[in-house]
């Protein structure tokens, strides 16, 4: 069983959060925690120039309540949000908090994702523990 479980949360991809929660609460071992997060990406430079405030302070409330609420009131899960690029900030993360499983979600492969490679391919990738992928 698991000690401490990373799940990482595209807000565009909510439909499968219940099922990544529903997999952490099996796999969690007694005492275990769980931790839902999101990557905020950084704006790029040229288009940061253009923007009068500060887009990932403004966000983060948000996406934090939009986690506390995809979390359904657990308060016995935590909630992160942090930026840069998701496959590289999951992965640093989970070996940051000394994370012992990180569960993504991941849609059906296709060419295009093959060559591109996709958010859980990556973290798959760079994670120093183990990667559950729930595919939807």
Same mark, same amino acid.
């Given at each position: 069983?698991?000690?401490?479980?990373?799940?990482?949360?595209? +807000?565009?991809?909510e439909?499968?959060?219940?099922?990544? +929660?529903?997999?952490?609460?099996?796999? +969690?071992?007694?005492?275990?925690?769980?931790?839902?997060?999101?990557?905020?990406?950084?704006?790029?430079?040229?288009?940061?120039?253009?923007v009068?405030?500060?887009?990932?302070?403004? +966000?983060?409330g948000?996406?934090?309540?939009? *986690?506390?609420?995809?979390?359904? %009131? $657990?308060?016995?899960?935590?909630?992160a949000?942090?930026?840069?690029k998701p %496959?590289?900030?999951?992965?640093?993360?989970?070996?940051?908090?000394?994370? $012992? *499983?990180?569960?993504? %979600?991941?849609?059906?492969?296709?060419?295009? $994702?093959?060559? *591109?490679?996709?958010?859980?391919?990556?973290?798959?990738?760079?994670?120093g523990?183990?990667?559950?992928?729930v595919?939807?």
């Open positions: 069983m698991y000690k401490h479980i990373l799940i990482p949360v595209a +807000l565009d991809h439909t499968l959060i219940d099922r990544k +929660l529903e997999n952490a609460r099996h796999l +969690l071992g007694d005492g275990g925690k769980i931790t839902l997060m999101t990557v905020l990406e950084n704006i790029p430079g040229f288009v940061s120039e253009f009068t405030m500060k887009i990932d302070n403004h +966000l983060t948000k996406i934090e309540a939009k *986690l506390r609420e995809a979390a359904g %009131g $657990d308060d016995a899960i935590s909630c949000v942090v930026t840069g %496959g590289v900030q999951i992965a640093q993360y989970a070996e940051e908090k000394g994370i $012992d *499983l990180i569960i993504v %979600g991941s849609h059906h492969p296709s060419a295009q $994702d093959y060559f *591109l490679g996709s958010t859980a391919a990556r973290v798959v990738r760079r994670a523990c183990s990667v559950f992928v595919r939807d």
